[in-house]
């Protein structure tokens, strides 16, 4: 008979998951792992076989749960102007709560490694391709329907704004304080000229 699971794997990876973003891939250990979801290392070991597939794991769920939320707006076919103008608001936001200094996890994996990993540089590309697609969509929309000038360029003004996000959730993560944030949200805005 096969020994059944005595842990839910997704939300051991949750767990997880908060510690890495939290700490980064270097400073968490197995043992901080196994303190936070409360599994044994055998037991993690027997899903991920190692620290980096419980990373990858991380990652994956990480972009499943925040980074779906995150753009759920600006992923809509209908999504224009306001969709960018409420990405941006939304972090001037939360950067007012205090528990919110984890910044993003692509953004400080990105940082952490660089393109050393190559499976973990394709989850990072690929996520900053999505955020430039979900701009780019909503920008060309927003062109469309004269929400931006007609002159404005919806490709050239995504990669801007991935860019500017990504700088801004590094601030987030720096401890920056609230009112740069909000002044650095509100120049991505300024970008887009007068609707």
């Not at 699971?5 to 998951?17: G, H, I, N, T, V």
């Not at 980064?24 to 979801?37: C, K, M, N, Q, Y």
């Not at 050393?116 to 391709?129: P, Y």
């Not at 701009?135 to 860019?163: H, Q």
Request: proline content about 2%; hydrophobic content about 45%; glycine content about 8%.
């Amino acid at each position: 008979m096969a020994r059944t699971r005595a842990f839910e794997p997704d939300e051991a990876l949750s767990k997880a998951m908060h510690v890495f973003w939290e700490r980064g891939f270097s400073e968490t250990s197995i043992d901080d792992l196994v303190e936070a979801t409360g599994v044994s290392r055998y037991g993690l070991y027997s899903v991920w076989e190692d620290k980096r597939g419980i990373f990858l794991a991380a990652l994956d769920k990480y972009k499943a749960d925040q980074i779906s939320f995150m753009l759920a707006e600006l992923e809509t076919d209908c999504a224009s102007r306001a969709a960018v103008e409420n990405f941006f608001n939304f972090f001037a936001l939360t950067a007012k709560d205090k528990n919110s200094t984890k910044g993003c996890l692509f953004a400080n994996t990105a940082m952490e490694f660089g393109t050393a990993d190559k499976q973990v540089a394709q989850r990072v590309t690929k996520h900053f391709r999505r955020l430039e697609g979900a701009f780019k969509r909503a920008l060309i929309r927003a062109r469309e329907t004269g929400e931006v000038p007609d002159s404005f360029d919806p490709a050239s003004g995504a990669i801007m704004l991935a860019g500017i996000a990504q700088g801004l959730l590094v601030m987030v993560r720096a401890g920056e304080p609230h009112k740069k944030i909000k002044v650095f949200a509100e120049g991505a805005l300024n970008t887009l000229g007068a609707a």
